[in-house]
Protein backbone atom coordinates (compact mmCIF):
# COMPACT_ATOMS: atom_id res chain seq x y z
CA UNK A 1 0.00 0.00 0.00
CA UNK A 2 1.43 3.39 -1.06
CA UNK A 3 2.32 5.87 1.72
CA UNK A 4 -0.10 8.89 2.57
CA UNK A 5 2.71 11.08 3.56
CA UNK A 6 2.30 13.97 1.29
CA UNK A 7 5.80 14.98 1.94
CA UNK A 8 7.03 11.09 0.85
CA UNK A 9 5.43 11.57 -2.59
CA UNK A 10 7.66 12.19 -5.49
CA UNK A 11 6.35 12.94 -8.72
CA UNK A 12 7.54 11.96 -12.56
CA UNK A 13 10.16 14.60 -13.56
CA UNK A 14 8.56 14.03 -17.12
CA UNK A 15 5.22 15.03 -15.26
CA UNK A 16 6.06 17.39 -13.82
CA UNK A 17 7.64 19.27 -17.19
CA UNK A 18 4.43 17.98 -18.22
CA UNK A 19 2.40 20.41 -15.85
CA UNK A 20 4.99 23.40 -15.72
CA UNK A 21 3.86 23.28 -20.00
CA UNK A 22 0.36 23.08 -19.69
CA UNK A 23 -0.19 25.36 -16.51
CA UNK A 24 2.42 27.54 -16.88
CA UNK A 25 3.76 28.39 -20.13
CA UNK A 26 0.63 27.52 -22.49
CA UNK A 27 -1.45 30.38 -20.85
CA UNK A 28 1.80 32.73 -20.85
CA UNK A 29 1.95 32.02 -24.05
CA UNK A 30 -1.18 32.12 -25.04
CA UNK A 31 -2.03 36.01 -23.56
CA UNK A 32 0.85 36.73 -25.01
CA UNK A 33 -0.53 36.10 -28.37
CA UNK A 34 -3.53 37.58 -27.73
CA UNK A 35 -2.22 41.02 -26.86
CA UNK A 36 0.12 41.01 -30.00
CA UNK A 37 -2.78 40.20 -32.12
CA UNK A 38 -4.67 42.97 -30.57
CA UNK A 39 -1.82 45.11 -31.07
CA UNK A 40 -1.14 44.49 -34.39
CA UNK A 41 -5.47 44.92 -35.32
CA UNK A 42 -5.15 47.74 -33.48
CA UNK A 43 -1.77 49.36 -36.05
CA UNK A 44 -3.72 48.16 -38.78
CA UNK A 45 -6.94 50.21 -38.11
CA UNK A 46 -4.66 53.25 -37.31
CA UNK A 47 -2.71 52.89 -40.26
CA UNK A 48 -5.54 52.64 -42.78
CA UNK A 49 -7.54 55.59 -41.10
CA UNK A 50 -10.91 53.82 -41.71
CA UNK A 51 -13.67 54.88 -39.89
CA UNK A 52 -13.20 51.96 -37.88
CA UNK A 53 -10.48 53.71 -35.65
CA UNK A 54 -12.83 55.37 -33.84
CA UNK A 55 -14.89 51.82 -32.64
CA UNK A 56 -11.92 50.19 -31.92
CA UNK A 57 -10.26 53.77 -29.59
CA UNK A 58 -13.36 53.09 -27.84
CA UNK A 59 -13.04 49.62 -27.37
CA UNK A 60 -9.63 49.38 -26.29
CA UNK A 61 -10.76 52.88 -23.41
CA UNK A 62 -13.53 50.02 -22.36
CA UNK A 63 -10.90 47.60 -21.88
CA UNK A 64 -8.24 50.19 -19.95
CA UNK A 65 -11.00 51.58 -17.70
CA UNK A 66 -12.60 47.75 -17.05
CA UNK A 67 -9.84 46.50 -14.58
CA UNK A 68 -9.51 50.41 -12.83
CA UNK A 69 -13.69 50.32 -12.64
CA UNK A 70 -13.48 46.47 -11.07
CA UNK A 71 -10.72 47.35 -8.33
CA UNK A 72 -11.98 50.81 -7.34
CA UNK A 73 -15.79 48.75 -6.71
CA UNK A 74 -14.19 46.12 -5.05
CA UNK A 75 -12.45 49.02 -2.82
CA UNK A 76 -15.66 50.52 -2.22
CA UNK A 77 -17.17 46.99 -0.88
CA UNK A 78 -14.68 46.39 1.17
CA UNK A 79 -14.87 49.85 2.34
CA UNK A 80 -18.63 49.24 2.91
CA UNK A 81 -18.13 46.19 5.00
CA UNK A 82 -15.71 47.39 7.37
CA UNK A 83 -18.29 50.70 7.84
CA UNK A 84 -21.13 48.28 8.41
CA UNK A 85 -19.00 45.74 10.61
CA UNK A 86 -17.42 48.82 12.80
CA UNK A 87 -21.29 50.09 13.34
CA UNK A 88 -21.93 46.00 14.67
CA UNK A 89 -19.10 46.11 16.33
CA UNK A 90 -19.43 49.50 18.04
CA UNK A 91 -21.67 48.51 21.07
CA UNK A 92 -19.99 45.38 22.28
CA UNK A 93 -16.49 46.49 21.98
CA UNK A 94 -15.88 49.73 24.13
CA UNK A 95 -15.78 47.30 27.11
CA UNK A 96 -13.17 44.91 25.52
CA UNK A 97 -11.28 48.13 24.33
CA UNK A 98 -10.73 49.73 27.72
CA UNK A 99 -9.36 46.25 29.34
CA UNK A 100 -6.58 45.66 26.38
CA UNK A 101 -6.23 49.61 26.51
CA UNK A 102 -5.18 48.90 30.08
CA UNK A 103 -3.38 46.06 29.54
CA UNK A 104 -1.22 47.27 26.97
CA UNK A 105 -0.33 50.68 29.07
CA UNK A 106 0.39 48.46 32.28
CA UNK A 107 2.85 46.97 29.67
CA UNK A 108 4.57 49.95 28.23
CA UNK A 109 5.04 50.97 31.72
CA UNK A 110 6.82 47.77 32.99
CA UNK A 111 8.67 47.87 29.55
CA UNK A 112 9.73 51.50 30.35
CA UNK A 113 11.06 50.59 32.92
CA UNK A 114 13.35 47.64 32.13
CA UNK A 115 14.04 49.84 29.14
CA UNK A 116 15.47 52.55 31.50
CA UNK A 117 17.23 50.15 33.89
CA UNK A 118 18.72 48.25 31.04
CA UNK A 119 20.46 51.56 29.72
CA UNK A 120 21.20 53.00 32.96
CA UNK A 121 24.74 51.75 32.95
CA UNK A 122 25.69 53.14 29.66
CA UNK A 123 24.47 56.34 30.46
CA UNK A 124 25.99 56.49 33.93
CA UNK A 125 29.49 55.34 31.79
CA UNK A 126 28.59 58.14 29.28
CA UNK A 127 28.50 60.40 32.62
CA UNK A 128 32.13 59.38 33.69
CA UNK A 129 33.89 59.32 30.29
CA UNK A 130 32.44 63.09 29.88
CA UNK A 131 33.48 64.03 33.26
CA UNK A 132 36.76 62.88 32.89
CA UNK A 133 37.28 64.41 29.51
CA UNK A 134 36.13 67.38 30.96
CA UNK A 135 38.89 66.90 33.60
CA UNK A 136 41.55 66.20 31.44
CA UNK A 137 40.77 69.71 29.52
CA UNK A 138 40.88 71.44 32.56
CA UNK A 139 44.13 69.80 33.60
CA UNK A 140 45.63 70.56 30.25
CA UNK A 141 44.12 73.77 30.74
CA UNK A 142 46.42 74.62 33.94
CA UNK A 143 49.07 73.13 32.16
CA UNK A 144 49.26 74.88 29.96
CA UNK A 145 49.01 78.33 31.60
CA UNK A 146 51.64 77.01 33.94
CA UNK A 147 54.16 76.93 31.02
CA UNK A 148 53.04 79.56 28.83
CA UNK A 149 53.06 82.70 30.85
CA UNK A 150 53.71 86.05 29.17
Known amino acids: M ?5 TSWQADP ?11 WVPLIGSIVVVFV ?8 A ?3 SAGINRWSSISIIWLILP ?5 LLGLLLIIAMIYGM ?15 SLLW ?15 PFLQGKQKTSAG ?14 WHTD
Open 2 to 6: PSLDP
Open 14 to 24: QEKKRSAIWGI
Open 38 to 45: AAIFSIVA
Open 47 to 49: AQG
Open 68 to 72: TGFLC
Open 87 to 101: YKLLPILPGWFKKVQ
Open 106 to 120: RGSVYIQHYADKAAE
Open 133 to 146: VQLIHSIRRRLHGL
